[in-house]
Structure formats: structure tokens, C-alpha cells
């Protein structure tokens, strides 16, 4: 399917458990975004990554980590869960004129994780 | 740093009314601006953005945004509302073409019939 997909759509997990989200795009976009979505937060950006190979911080990049061998996939790993990265997840792909905030970022359905 | 703010957490508005969304950015010059809706149980769609050029931005679904820089506000809004307009809306402001865009807290939408 054409577009930015991602899994699990749901996750309960439990606290010190590793567990990765996965984020696939077939449009090739260079750039890619993960964001955590909390009540009374808003959306604020764990990581990015400008191309394959390339990833950098965002907001709230403490405890994750984030891996793109291929341009399509984006994989955030929380590598030992925690209460407080109970969220929804959203990953989103944008194109690569201009950079980062100048195109249309496309967001994915979003993963409901709960860490227990 | 760059921040962007949206003094409504919740707003009601009846069917058919005018519709006004609040967003105000924290930044000395002129900064790239976006609307996003997010539908229940959705990702986030765009509705709309500003780069440069005509302050006033046609957006999709009937939406339009006016940049103002003197009051660094870019406020969203919709002539006559509709019952699938119910949803969140978020403001969001990226500094220049290289930074990362910054999203606001939301405006929740709710419409009476």
C-alpha cells in the first residue's frame, strides 16, 4: 500500500522491556520524524533523520533510539521501557525540497503504547 | 528558541457558525507556518501553510489562515463549520528551512448541532 504505515498500531508492554515501533513509507521521502503525542503536551519530536544513515535529535530524545539503514524505514526503539513513555507515537515522512518545515509532512496512524 | 502557542484548549461552536482558531508564535522574523487537524483516533492531516508572499493562506476543507506579523499570530478560520470539523487543530512554526517544526499544544473542536 502507497503512503506511510505503522506497527504495531497497538503495544502493552511492561516496564524494562525493549520494544520497537515500526515506521514504513514508500513515497522515498529523505526526511522522517518520530513524535510522541501526550494530553497537554501536544506532539514534540524524539528524533529525525534527513536521509539514510543520518538521524539527529529532537525534543525529547532520552530514552530511544532511532536506526535508518533504508530510506523507507525509521525504527524507534525503546530499549528499556519505562511508565513515563506510555504515548501515542507518530511517525511522519516529508519530501526533501527545501528541508525540513518547508514541505508537507505526512503522518502515519499512530502507535498506542502502554508500558505497565 | 522558537515557540508557538494556542491560548484555546477547547472550543464550541454550533453548526454553520464562524469558526476562529488562535495560534501566536514566539520569533524575531518571519517564520514558516502550518495548520494541522488531527480527527479522532487519526494522524495528522496538513490543512494549510505559509512560506512567504499573500499573508491570507487557502487551505483544504474550506479553511483559510491570516499571517499577521505585527501581532505574530496566525489564525485559522472557516466561514461555516460542519459537524465533521469536529477534531483537534494544531498550529505548528519552523524557523527557517533547515530546523525542525514546532508544534503547539492544540485547540480541541467541538461543533453543536
Excluded at chain 2, 495528522?44 to 501553510?49: A, G, M, P, R, S
Excluded at chain 2, 478560520?77 to 533547515?98: G, I, L, Q, T
Aim: charged share 20%; proline share 4%.
Amino acid at each position: 500500500d502507497a503512503g506511510i504505515t505503522q506497527s504495531p498500531r497497538y503495544k502493552i508492554t511492561e516496564t524494562g522491556r525493549q520494544v520497537t515501533l515500526m515506521c514504513h513509507q514508500t513515497w522515498s521521502h529523505s526526511y522522517m520524524f518520530w513524535y510522541r503525542q501526550d494530553l497537554g503536551h501536544g506532539l514534540r519530536l524524539i528524533y529525525y533523520s534527513a536521509a539514510a544513515d543520518i538521524t539527529d535529535k529532537g525534543e525529547v530524545p532520552d530514552g530511544y533510539v532511532v536506526s535508518r539503514s533504508k530510506t523507507e524505514n525509521f525504527p524507534l526503539t525503546l530499549e528499556s521501557a519505562t511508565r513515563s513513555q506510555t504515548s501515542v507515537y507518530f511517525c511522519a515522512s516529508e519530501g526533501l525540497a527545501g528541508g525540513p518545515g518547508t514541505d508537507t509532512q505526512y503522518f502515519g496512524p499512530g502507535t498506542r503504547l502502554t508500558v505497565l | 528558541a522558537q515557540s508557538v502557542t494556542q491560548p484555546d484548549i477547547h472550543i464550541t461552536v454550533s453548526e454553520g457558525a464562524s469558526l476562529e482558531l488562535r495560534c501566536n508564535y514566539s520569533y524575531g522574523a518571519t517564520p514558516y507556518l502550518f495548520w494541522y487537524v488531527q480527527s479522532p483516533g487519526q494522524g495528522l492531516q496538513l490543512l494549510l501553510k505559509y512560506f512567504s508572499g499573500d499573508t491570507l493562506v487557502q487551505g483544504i476543507k474550506g479553511f483559510e489562515a491570516e499571517f499577521k506579523r505585527s501581532q505574530s499570530s496566525f489564525n485559522l478560520r472557516k466561514p461555516s463549520v460542519h459537524w465533521s470539523d469536529a477534531a483537534e487543530y494544531f498550529c505548528a512554526v519552523a524557523v527557517n528551512r533547515d530546523d525542525k517544526i514546532i508544534f503547539g499544544k492544540g485547540t480541541r473542536l467541538h461543533i453543536l448541532p
